[in-house]
């Protein structure tokens, strides 16, 4: 499998280059970022045979395969409706679209061209949510309530390696996607009430700093969500689970009972980094001509939650 790594040079391309060479039978072959000396020496250094500036020139190449893209929000749907018409499997890093509408256009795209197509919901593929979901699917647990705090401290726009950022991150269609999705795939249920307050925007950067999100499903089962921008403290997304046989805190890859007893994840998966897991489906898929556990379209009613969010700030 040849692979394509488009914004390779930024955080989470560099995520994905490192999960993807941990994958047998995997090549990266191209890599593109919009600046040439830097995506160049980005190949030089990783001994990747080609770099480019133009996604287009990645998806006319023989030996690219699949694509992933880990490229600003705002590019998403564009790019990957073009992987899709150059017959291009296609990974979309979170959030697949930062509008219902992009969402949809990139689903219909999917329809039409038949051409496998993911979005990157990680948490789906995190060990600690995986050992939950497996209960869940066993009939051991019934979650009852999610609690989750999403906290960073960016007043600036800054990336996750601390660089300059070309583009304006999003609580709502990044940081919630994650949330709103998971929650949906760990009750097996589509919500049917959500709303969302917001606080102030930044002056600069034109988005909330601040947010508080509440969703119930039709069994009952509630999530609430807390984000900020502002915070200055531990940094990261804590999962707390209240279930009906048990409590249960996820922090990334790892798990916790409601009294802190870690629990062993050693054998949910063959490795504890989501992202490798996420690529290591995106590829399984391809080679088993399959739909992926995270199709554009199992991820479409997150981001309709997300819309009817976003709609309720109004």
Request: charge should be negative; aromatic fraction near 6%; charged fraction near 20%.
């Amino acid at each position: 499998m040849r692979i394509c790594v488009a914004g390779a040079y930024g955080a989470f391309g560099i995520k994905h280059l490192d999960a993807l060479a941990a994958i047998e039978g995997v090549t990266v072959t191209s890599v593109m970022g919009p600046t040439q000396s830097k995506i160049d020496a980005l190949a030089a250094e990783r001994g990747i045979g080609h770099a480019a500036t133009s996604l287009d020139e990645c998806l006319a190449r023989d030996d690219v395969d699949a694509v992933i893209l880990a490229t600003p929000t705002q590019l998403h749907a564009e790019q990957a409706i073009a992987c899709m018409k150059a017959g291009k499997p296609v990974l979309i890093e979170i959030p697949m679209a930062d509008s219902l509408e992009d969402s949809e256009a990139i689903c219909a795209a999917q329809k039409e061209t038949g051409v496998l197509a993911m979005a990157g919901q990680v948490r789906r593929f995190n060990p600690s949510h995986q050992w939950i979901k497996n209960k869940i699917d066993a009939g051991e647990l019934k979650v009852q309530q999610m609690d989750v705090q999403t906290y960073f401290f960016r007043r600036s726009n800054m990336n996750a390696k601390g660089e300059p950022r070309s583009w304006t991150d999003h609580l709502l269609w990044h940081h919630a996607c994650h949330t709103v999705d998971l929650f949906q795939y760990q009750t097996g249920e589509t919500v049917s009430q959500a709303f969302g307050l917001e606080g102030p925007h930044h002056p600069e950067l034109g988005i909330a700093m601040d947010m508080s999100i509440g969703m119930k499903t039709p069994s009952g089962a509630i999530c609430t969500l807390s984000l900020s921008f502002n915070n200055d403290g531990p940094l990261g997304t804590f999962f707390r689970y209240i279930c009906d046989n048990g409590t249960y805190i996820a922090r990334y890859d790892d798990l916790f009972d409601g009294r802190e007893n870690p629990i062993d994840l050693s054998d949910v998966a063959v490795s504890n980094n989501g992202i490798e897991l996420i690529d290591r489906e995106f590829i399984a898929a391809i080679k088993e001509g399959r739909e992926p556990n995270g199709s554009v379209h199992d991820v479409l009613a997150a981001m309709k939650t997300l819309d009817k969010i976003e709609q309720s700030f109004n």
